[in-house]
């Protein structure tokens, strides 16, 4: 897909700045945003359990990966909770909708993390 110049490469500066961008926006979940801390700690915790309770490549990846996707759906939540409050506290029905759907996705994500990890280990304990 070609960016706004229409050119399909990215420039090396581009990617940079992209890298930047990203980058920021990691520091900014953690600063303001205690959930994505609190998953972060969890990740720091089960990541290293997932490497060393998966058999093989792919139990590996679906135990690390559901904690990642997490932190990733947590971030999107964290995105639009700062849209909406950039239009003001006051109440709105859309806006709250909003925000619980937000969390609904990472609680699902949660649940998610939970059903890997039972899925791929509870069968050896059986």
């Keep these: 897909m070609a960016d706004e110049t229409g050119h399909l490469p990215r ?7 992209a890298t930047i961008w990203s980058l920021q926006g990691l520091r900014a979940a ?4 205690s959930s994505f801390r609190l998953e972060v ?4 915790l089960l990541g290293p359990l997932a490497l ?6 792919v139990e590996r990846a679906l135990l690390l990966g ?3 996707l997490v932190l990733a759906v947590e971030l ?3 995105a639009i909770e700062a849209v909406i409050e ?7 029905e859309l806006a709250g909708r909003a925000k619980d759907m937000g969390s609904a996705a990472v609680f699902v994500t949660m649940l998610n993390v ?3 990890w039972g899925l791929v280990l509870l069968p050896r304990w059986i």
Excluded: Q
């Design 11 to 17: 420039r090396p500066a581009r990617i940079l700045m």
């Design 30 to 33: 953690w600063l303001h945003e």
């Design 41 to 44: 700690y969890l990740l720091v």
């Design 52 to 57: 060393w309770l998966g058999d093989d490549g």
């Design 66 to 68: 559901s904690c990642l």
């Design 76 to 78: 999107l939540n964290s």
């Design 86 to 92: 950039r239009y003001g506290p006051e109440h709105h």
């Design 114 to 116: 939970l059903l890997v």
